[in-house]
């Protein structure tokens, strides 16, 4: 049985970002991760979920796009998102589609893994966590 070896795809489509966006990765993994897609740190350490290489390429790029601006955006504000639009169109559009591969997931497992918090990935990423939207309220 030949498995085609999309973890190694995976890292070269990393990497190519990373050019491409002039980050300098110090370690990149990918490993088994439960509760969300990926993390980084700012000591230039990315891991991403084991479970990211089987899906389609375009959430690769969402969530490798996602972290990798987290290495000079280190939060979810205007800047990051116009520039998450500029590199990839309607990125939300993936975001929910992770997330509901996520909620799928969570359901099959019967595991509570909404509302871990994500120390690693700057404070909370509710973005590339692996759990559903947190309910908006609204402003009233
Ligand atoms: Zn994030």
Same mark, same amino acid.
């Given at each position: ?5 999309? %973890? ?9 970002? =990373?050019?491409?966006? !002039? ?14 897609? /990926?993390?980084?740190? $700012? /000591?230039?350490? #990315? &891991?991403?979920? !084991?479970? #990211?290489? =089987? ?6 790029? +969402? ?11 280190? &939060? ?6 116009? #520039? ?6 309607? +990125?939300? /559009? ?7 591969? =996520?909620?799928?997931? /969570?359901?099959?497992?019967?595991? $509570? ?6 120390? !690693?990935? +700057?404070? =909370? ?6 759990? $559903? %939207? ?7």
């Amino acid at each position: 049985m030949k498995a085609i070896d999309h %973890k190694g795809q995976f890292k070269q489509r990393v990497r190519l970002w =990373a050019d491409k966006l !002039d980050v300098k990765i110090v370690w990149l993994g990918v490993r088994p991760m439960r509760n969300k897609w /990926a993390s980084c740190s $700012t /000591a230039g350490h #990315l &891991n991403f979920s !084991d479970e #990211l290489p =089987a899906l389609k390429s375009e959430l690769w790029d +969402y969530v490798i796009v996602h972290e990798l601006l987290h290495f000079s955006v280190p &939060n979810h504000g205007k800047l990051w998102k116009s #520039l998450m639009r500029a590199h990839l169109g309607e +990125y939300e /559009a993936y975001e929910g589609e992770l997330k509901q591969i =996520a909620g799928n997931k /969570a359901q099959q497992r019967t595991l $509570t893994l909404l509302n871990l918090s994500l120390n !690693d990935h +700057y404070g =909370a990423c509710p973005r590339t966590t692996m759990g $559903t %939207k947190r309910k908006s309220t609204g402003k009233s």
